[in-house]
């Protein structure tokens, strides 16, 4: 099977440097996603890493480490409009491949 | 020129109900999904299915259905519905080889 773990919760202050960290286990990888949802909304695509390194998009920022099973999102520049619930996803192999999402972390900006 | 759209937004229906919830891309992507999102937001994929195969989750009632009239379209059909029902069903799509999905606004569906 398949199985994501990231933290439920993170507040920063508008400005600041947050980091999402992701951990997973699957059957056959192929990348790590991250998405973005706010309250009422649909899950927006972020970024995706099939290999290791860091990739980098305006103010977010992905990095995967496929030896450790491990990923993060990186914002800079926090912004209130950056309050929203973030996903990371993996996709394995076989009938796994379909993307299986980690629990979310609510992410909070205060002023 | 809305890329992945579901109808209705929202549904409110009693238990027992037959209802469905239809689905539209004009991605022209070759996978489409459908995802249930509960109350604590988890998203939990349900069903994948492009022109050569359905893969379902073993968790999903088989009174859980989704129906494929073409590649653009997948509905979802859902019988003798029940109050665990309740929750956000996503639509998605995908293109093989390109990284990410697509989601639709989202059914919130209710059922009494």
């Known amino acids: 099977g398949q199985s994501l773990e990231q933290p439920s919760e993170v507040t920063a202050v508008e400005g600041a440097i947050v980091q999402i960290n992701c951990t997973y286990q699957t059957s056959g990888f192929y990348g790590l996603s991250w998405y973005q949802q706010h309250d009422g909304g649909a899950p927006t695509f972020l970024s995706y890493n099939a290999l290791d390194g860091l990739e980098e998009t305006g103010r977010f920022s992905s990095f995967l480490s496929r030896s450790d099973s491990y990923g993060y999102l990186l914002l800079q520049e926090l912004q209130m409009k950056d309050s929203a619930s973030y996903f990371c996803a993996v996709r394995g192999s076989g009938s796994a491949r379909q993307l299986t999402f980690g629990s979310g972390t609510q992410l909070t900006v205060l002023p | 020129d809305t890329a992945v759209s579901q109808t209705p937004k929202y549904l409110v229906t009693q238990m027992g109900n037959d209802k469905s919830i239809k689905c539209e891309q004009n991605?022209?992507?070759?996978?489409m999904y459908w995802y249930k999102q509960d109350s604590k937001k988890f998203l939990k994929i349900m069903f994948s299915?492009?022109?050569?195969?359905?893969?379902i989750n073993e968790t999903v009632p088989n009174r859980f259905s989704p129906k494929s009239p073409d590649k653009a379209h997948l509905n979802l059909h859902i019988n003798s519905l029940e109050l665990g029902d309740s929750a956000v069903y996503f639509c998605?799509?995908?293109?093989?080889?390109?990284?990410?999905?697509?989601f639709g606004s989202g059914t919130r569906l209710t059922v009494v």
């Open positions: 991605l022209g992507h070759d996978t």
């Open positions: 299915y492009n022109n050569k195969e359905l893969i």
């Open positions: 998605a799509s995908s293109q093989e080889g390109q990284g990410g999905y697509t």
